[in-house]
Every structure is written in C-alpha cells, then in structure tokens.
C-alpha cells in the first residue's frame, strides 16, 4: 500500500497548534471514565490513546482535536500537559489517581472517574474517533501499546525529546492510518 501525499509539506516550517485545554481535559476525564480503572490502563496506556486521538482526528479532518502537543519520549509519545491535566481533574474532585507500589517503588498509576465527565466541548465526530481510538487500543496493556507505538512513522521520524509534527501523521499506512489510501 502506498503512503497518503501530504497536503502540506513536511519540509515547510510548522507551528504548533494552540493548545485547548478545556477540551484537553474533557478528553482525558472522558477516557478515565470509559478505560481508567482497567488493570493495564495508567499513563502510559492514557498517553498513546490521548495521541492516537488527536492525531488521528488531525490526519482524517486536517484540524486539531484538543491541539496538545506531544514530545518523543523512550515510552512513545507523551501528552505536554498530561501532568497538569491530572492535577486539575483531581483538584477538582473528577478523578483519582492511585499509585501502585512493588518493593518501595511505584511501578503503575491507576485512574478512577468520580463523575460523568463533562462533553459539551466536543462534537459527534470528534467524541466517534476518541470511542474508535479506545476501542483499539484500550485493551492494550503498556508494553503492547509502546511496541504499538514505536511501529508509527510519526514516531519513528521524530527525534528524542523533540515535539511530534502532526504532519507526519499523512505518511502512515495500516495499521495506523485512518484514511483510506485506495479512494
């Protein structure tokens, strides 16, 4: 199968989107309520949903779901205001974080939902490409989903440590392309 053509090209200078974190945080409290308080869901797991998402919706509409920024790390890819975010939604009584420990050390973070999460920021298409998104990776624990990712070009053409272009998401091919190059 061929690779998409870019509609905007990968040479040409990029700007980051804005970031939208009203809708950032509907997104993540919506996914801690749908997968949070599965065994193998933490942040790992939370991450590559919350980037599959965003980039996904970018590659099938050209606009930005929440517009977060994602940083190559050793891992995949991580949300910029993941940390943030969480600490918002705890503070304000949404959710809970539990750190679970083996020998001292704190080896996985579990997320509960203490209510229904907000949703009037996001439209049916975007709320349709998060449940798709969950769907296929939600079942995932973080090894599978950081194989998962490390297999995706707009990781693989990424530097360590350097912001994720959501432009690369046009060279994907299956299994992580949601556009269909055949029409």
């Given at each position: 199968m061929?690779a998409?053509k870019?509609t905007k090209?990968?040479?040409?200078?990029?700007?980051?989107?804005?970031f939208n974190?009203?809708?950032?945080?509907?997104?993540l409290?919506?996914?801690i309520?749908?997968?949070?308080?599965?065994?193998?869901?933490g942040?790992?797991?939370?991450?590559?949903?919350l980037?599959y998402?965003d980039?996904?919706y970018?590659e099938?509409?050209e606009?930005f779901?929440t517009?977060?920024?994602?940083?190559?790390?050793e891992?995949?890819?991580?949300?910029?205001h993941?940390?943030?975010?969480?600490?918002?939604l705890i503070?304000?009584g949404?959710?809970?974080?539990?750190?679970?420990?083996?020998?001292?050390?704190?080896?996985?973070?579990?997320?509960?939902?203490l209510?229904?999460?907000?949703l009037?920021?996001?439209?049916?298409?975007?709320l349709?490409?998060?449940?798709r998104?969950?769907?296929?990776?939600?079942?995932?624990?973080?090894?599978q989903?950081?194989?998962?990712?490390?297999?995706?070009?707009?990781?693989?053409?990424?530097?360590?440590r350097?912001?994720?272009?959501?432009?690369l998401v046009?060279?994907?091919t299956?299994?992580?392309?949601?556009?269909?190059?055949?029409?």
């Amino acid at each position: 199968m061929a690779a998409k053509k870019a509609t905007k090209s990968i040479t040409e200078s990029f700007t980051q989107p804005d970031f939208n974190s009203t809708k950032f945080g509907q997104v993540l409290h919506y996914l801690i309520n749908q997968i949070g308080s599965r065994a193998t869901v933490g942040r790992t797991v939370l991450n590559k949903v919350l980037f599959y998402c965003d980039s996904r919706y970018y590659e099938k509409t050209e606009e930005f779901l929440t517009g977060e920024h994602y940083i190559k790390l050793e891992y995949g890819p991580v949300a910029e205001h993941f940390g943030t975010t969480i600490k918002e939604l705890i503070k304000q009584g949404k959710i809970t974080e539990t750190m679970i420990r083996e020998n001292g050390k704190i080896v996985h973070y579990r997320y509960n939902s203490l209510q229904e999460p907000e949703l009037k920021h996001l439209n049916a298409e975007e709320l349709d490409m998060i449940n798709r998104v969950m769907r296929e990776l939600g079942e995932m624990n973080k090894d599978q989903v950081t194989n998962y990712s490390h297999n995706d070009i707009a990781f693989k053409a990424t530097k360590e440590r350097e912001l994720i272009d959501y432009r690369l998401v046009f060279y994907r091919t299956a299994p992580f392309s949601v556009v269909d190059t055949n029409e």
